[in-house]
Nanobody
Framework: QVQLVESGGGLVQAGGSLRLSCAAS????????MGWFRQAPGKEREFVAAINWSGISTYYADSVKGRFTISRDNAKNTVYLQMNSLKPEDTAVYYC?????????????????WGQGTQVTVSS
């Protein structure tokens, strides 16, 4: 069982940056891939980024590619999402999640553990 807690959300102007953190507790963090998803008001939750268990492989949604960077520190049981050049359309609740898999996953249904989410609001 893995528990996930996100932090780092907030209000930022368009063009600004934020770094989200997701702290994991429980057994097996370093054995799992990790992912970030987001849900904007009135929309379905969507995939943002994923990273494999070692941190060597990453994958991004087209909408954030080149602006967001996912990384992890297995010694600290933490995964990060660095968000640069933020746009108003990035406004959403951001969730970190873990699948019971070493390889990265992009489908929501492949993820077994979820955090409670952190709000990111980008003003124009």
């Amino acid at each position: 069982q893995v528990q996930l807690v996100e932090s780092g959300g907030g209000l930022v102007q368009a063009g600004g940056s934020l770094r989200l953190s997701c702290a994991a507790s429980g057994r097996g963090f370093s054995s799992y891939a990790m992912g970030w998803f987001r849900q904007a008001p009135g929309k379905e939750r969507e995939f943002v980024a994923a990273i494999n268990w070692s941190g060597i492989s990453t994958y991004y949604a087209d909408s954030v590619k080149g602006r967001f960077t996912i990384s992890r520190d297995n010694a600290k049981n933490t995964v990060y999402l660095q968000m640069n050049s933020l746009k108003p359309e990035d406004t959403a609740v951001y969730y970190c999640a873990a699948p019971e898999s070493r390889g990265l996953r992009t489908r929501e249904l492949d993820y077994n553990y979820w955090g409670q989410g952190t709000q990111v609001t980008v003003s124009s």
